[in-house]
């Protein structure tokens, strides 16, 4: 298996999920390499998602010659999939590959540039859109967002979400993570799940992943 625990982390190690990720960091890799690369990523994590974390059930089948066991994911109806746009559209579309029978939810969040990082190391955070499906007991509750640097937005997100609803497990899946964004979201939401390619060594003084591959949005939708 290549989800290996790291901390307060568990870090998808496979191999093809390290060369992309390097590829994402390169500052010559342009727009369309960029956002394919987002969604080979995002394939990457869910298929290990399936392998490394979701149960396995052996069941009995037919084929064309004689009667035989196998073994079938027993959850994969059970998964909702939230997209903090807007880099995480690309990612998602990727997650979707493994989980195409998976229930979506879309949620606009934004931390405040202009205001800054406070002395706590935390950004005020906007929601201005939220459509979520139905989320019950049963289901695995996957909220991908590329970036995770101070943590300010994806407390944002579980807050709204986790109002009313009591998935199974919730696990939060990015690409590239800061050490300050895993200890703050495991110190408020410790029963959460969380999943990255890479934890990296710090924030700078502005609130961003260091080394990190730039803002991953901007980065994907020529936006800069």
Known sequence: ??????????????????????????????????????????????????????ESETVTVETPLTTTEGERVGEMDDVVIVNVLRAATPFVEGLLKAFPRAKQGVISAGRDEEGGMDREGRFDISIEYVKMPEIHEEDTLILADPMLATGSTMCAVLEEILDGADPERVIVLSAVSAPEGLDRLREEFPDIELLTVAVDDHLDDDGYIVPGLGDAGDRAFRTT
């Open 1 to 54: 298996m290549t989800i290996e625990d790291h901390g307060h982390a568990k870090v998808v190690s496979h191999a093809l999920a390290r060369d992309t990720l390097t590829r994402l960091r390169d500052v010559e890799t342009e727009q369309v390499a960029f956002r394919k690369g987002l969604v080979k990523l995002g394939r990457i994590c869910g298929y290990e998602i399936v392998d490394g974390l979701l």
